[in-house]
């Protein structure tokens, strides 16, 4: 099966750390059943993942979350899945019958698979797509020639690059809220790429240099790849609208490649490293923040990472060459009690703050808290805090924690105790 270049869409608004978080263990490694080594993997905001199957004859695609569990797209034929929206639609490639020619899918949970047209050749991939539907791909046209293409369900199918004939083509790789596009091209007559951004209003704008690699933009239009510069060797970039292109170093290696940027502003993508064994690493990249070793943050072996992925709760999904893997943000807790000790009867109040790297959960879900390994109440987040008030507690000391319980993203946690000791 041919393999698919795609990227999951996802990206940023702004976020800050003090230097502190990365002392402690900031991920937490969590195995993704099912997955290839190095095959593609995606993630959406539900802490949905792409999962990509290959047999010594069939490749499947499927979906798998924590919560979940899987479910198969049930595709005929050999298929791969490329990127996933927060629908949990999944685009990608496979056979519709019993042909050998690649075809552009777009497969919703309630709906099941559509195949979608080429630009009149027998072979198209897609490879990206947005909460709107519209899909992101390469397509052949009746001249065999390999053009970018974009696809909504209300308007079909369209070439982004409906002047070009070099033999190399195009491909559109991913598509943020604003119907921004972006990937690469061979401009005609040339044997090396150039990035593109794709606007709404059909005008396309080069990236970078000659051998500019595009692979994902968010809905703040910031663009990340890979793109040459003056050391010679090809590095990790980032772009936005002032037209600044910011090369983002690597790991200590020569070479870098920026995969997938979030609504934070976070960067994943793949790097060599300063320990010569010639294996990519995953990196992160926040603002603010100095370039991070997967191997660090989640205590990821050296594995050669083939593909990255990043959602907007900051939950990075990685394909390697051991199968796939997410790494979650790891929440911490504390608890703190308003009077301590306390006279029986009197009103207690615990606080419980939680956190991670990206920040707290969201608003609104719910902390347990426990004293003496039982359910003493609840009570819901906000900004990251939850406080429960009680005067019902007995006599003597008592072990109090609270509980975040988790969610799509989030892996539970349990705070710091606190002794409360109560009086007569």
């Known amino acids: 099966m041919k393999k698919i270049n795609s990227i999951a869409v996802v990206v940023a608004f702004a976020v800050s750390f003090s230097a502190f978080a990365f002392s402690q263990k900031t991920f937490t490694l969590v195995k993704v059943p099912g997955s290839s080594p190095n ?44 990127a996933i929206n927060n629908s949990g639609t999944v685009v990608g490639a496979g056979h519709a019958d019993s042909s050998d020619n690649l075809e552009g899918f777009s497969w ?116 990340v790849g890979q793109s040459p510069f003056a050391n010679g060797y090809r590095h990790a970039f980032s772009w936005n609208a002032t037209g600044w292109i910011t090369d983002l170093g690597t790991l200590g290696g020569g070479e870098s490649s920026a995969l997938s940027v979030n609504n934070r502003g976070w960067i994943v993508g793949t790097s060599l490293s300063n320990a010569n064994t010639g294996l990519l690493h995953g990196f992160l990249l926040m603002p603010s923040v100095a370039m991070q070793d997967f191997a660090v943050l989640g205590g990821q072996p050296n594995w050669q990472v083939y593909s990255a992925a990043v959602n907007d709760f900051g939950v990075i999904a990685t394909s390697t060459n051991k199968g796939g893997y997410l790494l979650i943000p790891t929440m911490k807790g504390k608890i703190k009690s308003s009077t301590n000790p306390s006279v029986q009867g009197q009103p207690v109040t615990f606080t419980a703050t939680m956190t991670s790297i990206a920040g707290p959960p969201p608003d609104g879900e719910t902390v347990q808290f426990d004293m003496n390994d039982q359910v003493l109440g609840s009570a819901p987040l906000h900004g990251g805090v939850a406080r429960f008030t009680t005067s019902s507690i007995p006599v003597g000391s008592h072990l109090v924690v609270a509980k975040y319980l988790g969610d799509a993203n989030y892996l539970p946690a349990t705070s710091t105790s606190v002794e409360q000791v109560v009086t007569q």
């Open 39 to 82: 095959s593609l993997i995606a993630i959406n905001n539900d802490g949905q993942v792409v999962v990509n199957t290959g047999t010594s004859d069939s490749y499947q695609v499927s979906i798998w979350s924590r919560l979940g569990g899987a479910q198969s797209l049930e595709l005929n034929g050999n298929s791969g899945g490329a």
């Open 108 to 223: 919703q949970p309630i709906n099941a698979v559509q195949w979608l047209p080429s630009l009149g050749g027998n072979l198209s991939v897609a490879n990206g797509i947005n909460d709107a539907g519209a899909v992101v791909g390469l397509s052949y046209t009746a001249a065999n020639t390999q053009h970018a293409f974009l696809w909504t369900p209300a308007g079909g199918i369209a070439d982004l690059t409906p002047n070009l004939t070099s033999i190399g083509g195009a491909t559109a790789v991913t598509i943020n809220s604003q119907n921004q596009v972006v990937g690469y091209y061979f401009p005609n007559g040339s044997r090396n790429t150039l990035g593109f951004l794709w606007t709404a209003d059909g005008s396309l704008q080069n990236l970078g240099s000659s051998g500019t690699l595009a692979f994902s933009i968010n809905d703040f239009g910031t663009v």
